[in-house]
């Protein structure tokens, strides 16, 4: 005949009172067959999944940052450069007026810049509040070309370049624009020569 013995067993996880037949909770190690989490690793696993989405968020910070600041420079490379080659390319058909001998000019300061081409348009460039403007045939509108722009001026020079230009000793305007956007500055200067002078 075969003996019982009584107390407690140890079946794996539990260890079970074989006389009352209740089940106490294993307070030994865990082992890999153990089912559930323990309250460290699950502390642990916050822990580390914090620290990652906190790095990967700064990463794509910096990401959006720079995506933002090219964009911004991007956008006064390109407004900038369209309202330069624009004015370049009008006042390049300035109109000598042989009558008078000298440029068809009515208008020559640092903002602002009026004349006859050869076509017989009357066309105009200046600087409004942070604004290129332009205007044809003396109206009262004026088209804005670029904003955001803190400068603009129109020198006026002789043929040697150097020495400051009237109507009648013109040969050279030479545009410098400032434009700003956000916190992107972008300089440009070009120096133009009418075709028929």
Known sequence: MRRVKRGVQNTGFRMQNSECGTTIPNSGPRTPNSN???????VITIVLVTILS???AVIILQGVKAYS???SRSDVHYQSRAAMERMAREIRLMRW????????????NPTIIRYTDIQGNQLGFRLNVAEVQRTQDNAATWQTLAT?????????????GVTPASAATLWFVEITMTDTQGSETLQMRTRVHPRNF
């Open 148 to 160: 955001g722009v803190t400068a603009l001026n129109f020198n006026y020079f002789q043929q040697d």
């Open 97 to 108: 007026n042989a009558a008078l001998a000298q440029a068809d000019v009515t208008t020559m």
């Open 54 to 56: 906190g790095l990967a």
């Open 36 to 42: 559930g989490f323990t309250l460290i690793e699950i």
């Open 69 to 71: 600041t090219e964009q």
